[in-house]
């Protein structure tokens, strides 16, 4: 998306906590992964990945931030964040410190459909987990 448009407002931030959560688990926000938005640690890399999602679905770019390995941080903006629709979560799994979540994530920008296949690459360090990149 070349140009801003009013896409970017419907997504920012004011969910409502008993919809159904934007990461597709069938649970409501406030259960999923509203819980992680509002400051608790997600325990696996999973939780965080879906997460991540959700706060890109509701236009969170401080909740990517925060949870995004220093070593490849970006100056996030989600001026051009799309509209997502849908994530799918194909497999996920740890070994030591290191997590991975193999998904696709749907979306839309105009009347078009898209499609990201990703593989991402995360690391248990201080306690917690950061998202450090992704493999296409
Ligand atoms: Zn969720």
Redesign the pocket.
């Known amino acids: 998306m070349s140009q801003r448009d009013d896409n970017n407002n419907e997504n920012s931030g004011d969910a409502n906590p008993d919809n159904t ?3 597709g ?1 069938g ?1 409501a ?1 406030r259960k ?2 509203g819980l992680f938005h509002g400051g608790a640690t997600p325990a696996t890399p999973e939780q965080l990945m ?2 991540r999602y ?1 706060a890109f679905a509701l236009g969170m770019a401080d909740y990517l931030k925060q949870t995004w390995h220093p070593s490849t941080k970006p100056s996030l903006q989600l001026d051009d964040n799309p509209q997502w629709l849908k994530l799918e979560v194909l497999e996920s799994w740890q070994r030591g410190k290191k997590g991975f979540v193999h998904f696709r994530a749907f979306y839309k920008v105009g009347d078009e459909l898209g499609m990201l296949a990703e593989k991402s690459d995360f690391v248990f360090e201080n306690d917690r987990w950061y998202y450090v990149k992704g493999d296409y």
């Open positions: 959560c934007p990461c688990s649970a926000y999923c992964c879906r997460s959700s």
